[in-house]
């Protein structure tokens, strides 16, 4: 059977902690993997750094947060998924800014995941990560904003460039790397069975309605 032919060359999926983007990358690389697709975590690579470095106990399952390694590895990485997108095809990119890096790129599929149900996330965390309700809740706040920070000192000139000039966002505007106008499709997991997210993604990269047993099928 002929090549099957792609809207996108490339995804991003985004999103914070227990809004299901790692659950959608997984799901993604099952259902694209006869088509070349591949997939990289961001934050999964970025653990793995950490624990070899000592930076983070592999023993404890709560996520660290960004400030455990140096701003220029930090950005070494973000710009190698940067270059990723822009140089090569068939990837599929999760991690928190990998949106935010497809930014002026043609051809990226650019995903946001969000939960309109907080109490939703929070259980997920706590599932994940085996802690207690209100230590998810610190965990989640903390995280978030220490990542932000530091974000936004490290890519200010990137907003700038990528966001404020091409006229998506005000000067004035506060950077935030997560604003649904920067993505071409945001999907409330709330809402959005893990079947439903999959299939909402995968009629974007074909162009048309399809479920993700026929794309499997297609592909064979």
Same mark, same amino acid.
């Given at each position: 059977?002929?090549?099957?032919? +792609?809207?996108?060359?490339?995804?991003?999926?985004?999103?914070?902690?227990?809004?299901?983007?790692?659950?959608?990358?997984? #799901?993604?690389?099952?259902?694209?993997?006869?088509?070349?697709?591949?997939?990289?975590?961001?934050?999964?690579?970025?653990?793995?750094?950490?624990?070899?470095?000592?930076? +983070?106990?592999?023993?404890?399952?709560?996520?660290?947060?960004?400030?455990?390694?140096?701003?220029?590895?930090?950005?070494?990485?973000?710009?190698? #998924?940067?270059?990723?997108?822009?140089?090569?095809?068939?990837?599929?990119?999760?991690?928190?800014?990998?949106? +935010?890096?497809?930014?002026?790129?043609?051809?990226?599929?650019?995903?946001?995941? $969000?939960?309109?149900?907080?109490?939703?996330?929070?259980?997920?965390?706590?599932?994940?990560?085996?802690?207690?309700?209100?230590?998810?809740?610190?965990?989640?706040?903390?995280?978030?904003? $220490?990542?932000? $920070?530091?974000?936004?000192? #490290?890519?200010?000139?990137?907003?700038?460039?990528?966001?404020?000039?091409?006229?998506?966002?005000?000067?004035?505007?506060?950077?935030?790397?997560?604003?649904?106008?920067?993505?071409?499709?945001?999907?409330? $997991?709330?809402?959005?069975?893990?079947?439903?997210?999959?299939?909402?993604?995968?009629?974007?990269?074909?162009?048309?309605?399809?479920?993700?047993?026929?794309?499997?099928?297609?592909?064979?």
């Amino acid at each position: 059977m002929a090549a099957t032919k +792609f809207k996108y060359k490339n995804i991003t999926i985004s999103g914070l902690p227990g809004c299901g983007s790692t659950t959608l990358l997984n #799901m993604l690389k099952e259902e694209l993997k006869l088509a070349g697709w591949r997939g990289f975590s961001g934050g999964e690579f970025m653990r793995a750094y950490a624990v070899e470095k000592g930076l +983070f106990d592999d023993k404890d399952k709560i996520h660290h947060a960004a400030t455990a390694y140096s701003n220029d590895f930090d950005r070494q990485v973000d710009m190698g #998924m940067r270059q990723k997108l822009q140089s090569q095809s068939k990837w599929i990119i999760e991690s928190w800014l990998s949106g +935010f890096m497809a930014q002026g790129l043609t051809g990226v599929l650019k995903v946001l995941m $969000t939960c309109s149900a907080d109490a939703v996330r929070i259980d997920r965390i706590v599932n994940r990560d085996e802690i207690t309700v209100a230590e998810a809740k610190k965990h989640i706040q903390d995280r978030y904003q $220490t990542n932000l $920070t530091k974000w936004q000192q #490290m890519y200010h000139q990137e907003w700038q460039q990528w966001v404020v000039q091409a006229g998506k966002a005000k000067a004035e505007d506060p950077i935030d790397f997560w604003r649904p106008d920067l993505y071409d499709v945001v999907i409330d $997991t709330f809402s959005h069975n893990q079947q439903q997210t999959v299939e909402i993604v995968l009629e974007q990269i074909y162009g048309y309605k399809k479920s993700a047993q026929a794309s499997l099928k297609q592909d064979q």
